[in-house]
């Protein structure tokens, strides 16, 4: 494979069932693909869209009824026996949803299963094996029988699997379909990882929009066709771009881009007027938690005009304020006058973001939240405080890492605060940073 052409490309690939009877499907139509060293990008789309079939395809495991399909420039239906033995082998890794490990083995001898096949030695393999359950945590699991095993560490322990013969390509399908949130958030950062520390190039497939804003680039699928694509990150060589016509899609920011991090079900396209019904459920959510569903949808409408800039703050309370029967959302008058306090706060801070110059944007927003939520900082955590809302408002920081350096003790360089109120100011700030578009 030469430098700069892609390590995986089809070329109107096509698989079809029982092809011209009456029980024909049609599983993958004419998807044409290019991916290139390094990228991680998402096959996404619904459950029987074709994304595993076509995932399969690139695997090796699913032949085509049509097209063709090269991994580093070589096509597969070309491959000898022992080329697509090397293929499978020490190419291409995979991670299932089902996990597939090997009951009656333990998981170290699961991991190092792969090494068997290729004849290493096994004081070798078992070293090995072990530094990759070192790796993912999970090392006191490796004399256990996949039983013992939660979910989480079955995933961790095919992971390492798939990394025994250090493959340059990892496919994952639906990895995280059978775990809790928590253990599925772990390996999605694991493969994150793989990607941009190991340079693995990674193809995950999903049926879950919250995953998408881990990948550079997402495949959009529907009926076995290939819709569109999205790029967050471009990684491909400039050639593909300057040969590519200028599609949909816009570069995404990196303050946008660490916002989808928060804000899960955020996309870049929503970024514009589409954004304001998402800031409006957002803000509402954010500062609401006792009304009824009525008080809260009809002052939602009410808040989606402020936030169009139909109404001001002033017309927004009296609306709230107002009774039913009068078209007003039924609130009481000191709960409008608190939320409309708040909702003004957060609106001015986002107006300084993105009117005023860094500096005074920084001070104004320190002093906002060191009021609202009572913080108290002599002068050198006053600066520290001011440099640590600037790493996250310059997008060099996203919500989790933020809120790491707000509870970080002192004397290890953080704030010290509270993990509640760490997580409260790094929310707040996270509201401003989403309020400030279209502002």
């Known amino acids: 494979m030469k430098k700069g052409e892609p390590i995986i490309s089809l070329d109107k690939v096509s698989v079809i069932y029982n092809e011209g009877k009456s029980n024909e499907v049609r599983s993958l139509v004419d998807a044409s693909i290019k991916i290139y060293p390094q990228e991680y990008v998402i096959i996404f789309g619904p459950s029987g869209c074709g994304k595993s079939t076509l995932l399969y395809t690139i695997s090796g495991l699913q032949v085509p009824t049509r097209g063709s399909v090269s991994v580093k420039g070589k096509k597969l239906e070309e491959m000898n026996k022992s080329e697509k033995v090397n293929l499978h082998q020490s190419i291409v890794g995979m991670i299932f949803q089902a996990f597939y490990l090997i009951p ?34 999970i090392v006191e699991q490796a004399n256990k029988f996949p ?52 340079k693995k190039t990674i193809i995950l497939v999903t049926h879950n929009a919250e995953h998408l804003h881990f990948a550079d680039r997402v495949i959009h699928m529907i009926d076995g066709r290939i819709t569109k694509e999205e790029v967050y990150q471009e990684k491909r060589p400039e050639y593909v771009m300057a040969e590519k016509e200028k599609v949909s899609e816009e570069p995404v920011s990196d303050d946008v881009r660490i916002l989808t991090r928060t804000f899960r079900n955020l996309s870049p396209q929503q970024i514009g007027a589409l954004l304001v019904p998402f800031k409006t459920n957002q ?27 139909n ?76 440099s640590t809302l600037r790493l996250r ?29 760490a997580e409260k100011v790094a929310r707040e700030l996270e509201i401003i940073m989403l309020i400030k578009y279209s502002v």
């Open 104 to 137: 009656s083995l333990t998981i170290l001898d699961n991991v190092c299963l792969p090494k068997v096949f290729r004849g290493e030695a096994t004081v070798k393999r078992r070293a090995e094996g072990i530094k990759l359950l070192q790796r993912f945590s």
């Open 147 to 198: 039983s013992f095993l939660s979910g989480g560490q079955k995933q961790r322990s095919s992971i390492a699997r798939a990394l025994a013969n250090n493959p340059e390509i990892i496919l994952a399908d639906e990895p995280v379909g059978n775990l809790d949130s928590e253990s599925s958030e772990n390996v999605l950062h694991i493969l994150k990882e793989l990607n941009e520390v190991d």
């Open 283 to 309: 803000l509402m959510n954010h500062i609401l938690s006792e009304l009824t569903e009525e008080q809260t949808n009809v002052g939602g409408a009410f808040l989606k005009e402020l936030l169009f800039g």
């Open 311 to 386: 109404i001001d703050l002033e017309a927004f309370q009296r609306n709230l304020d107002m009774d039913y029967t009068k078209g007003g959302a039924g609130w009481n008058k000191k709960r409008a006058e608190s939320f409309v306090k708040r909702v003004g706060g957060v609106l001015a801070q986002a107006k300084m973001l993105n009117e005023s110059d860094e500096r005074k944007a920084i001070d104004s927003i320190s002093y906002y939240l060191i009021n609202l939520f009572k913080l108290r900082f002599n002068e050198e955590e006053k600066l520290r405080f001011d």
């Open 393 to 421: 408002v310059g997008s060099k920081l996203d919500q989790t890492e933020l809120r790491k350096k707000l509870n970080t003790p002192k004397v290890m360089g953080g704030m010290g605060l509270r993990k509640n109120i």
